[in-house]
């Protein structure tokens, strides 16, 4: 696995557009959350070990705070052809083993991920009402070889100042994960070797 952390996108930033299929062929789209209070847009796949330690906690914190207000998607980049693990058939297994409620889409153009500036698998972007990024970083600091239990710790504490009306952590740690696996050529121009 190539370790890579996340870009950092500029706090503000207004959540860029997307339109894309959830492994059944449904279509969601940003629009459908312009009624959310917040609304965390994660970059996942099946196969990393970074995404895998955590697939428990990212459900178990959706269900937590969707009573709250907060919308959840999240977005499988990766290029299938070379990681057929994070197949759209595999997604849909996921969905049903972790319980995810919340729409799983794939973007399969990877242009939602460039957009986004998304560089790892996981990466977090967590909007406000006004659909402007007002969180980018870490889950917590559980990792695949550390021996600490995930607790969704750092976005557990972004979500409740952002729903409570609180100032946002301002010491934001970049997310670290594998990296999105662009197909070759399509690399985006923020891409960096991973470490």
Known sequence: MARTLSTMLPLGTPAPHFEL???????????????ARALLVMFICNHCPYVKLIKT?????????????????????????????DA???????????????PYLYDESQEIAKAYHAACTPDFFLFDSEQKLAYRGQLDDARPKNGIDPTGRD??????ALLHGR??????????????KWKPGNEPEYYTTPI
């Open 88 to 102: 759209p058939e595999h997604m849909a297994e996921d969905i049903v083993e972790f319980e995810y409620d919340f």
């Open 167 to 180: 100032p946002m952590p301002e010491d934001q740690i970049p997310s670290l994960g594998c990296n999105i």
């Open 21 to 35: 299929p959830d492994p059944h062929g449904v279509t969601h789209s940003l629009t459908d959350f312009a009624d």
């Open 155 to 160: 976005l557990r504490q972004a979500l409740d």
């Open 57 to 85: 906690q990212i459900a178990q914190i959706a269900k937590a705070y969707a009573p709250q207000g907060l919308a959840t998607v999240a977005i499988m980049p990766n290029d299938v052809a070379n990681y057929p693990d």
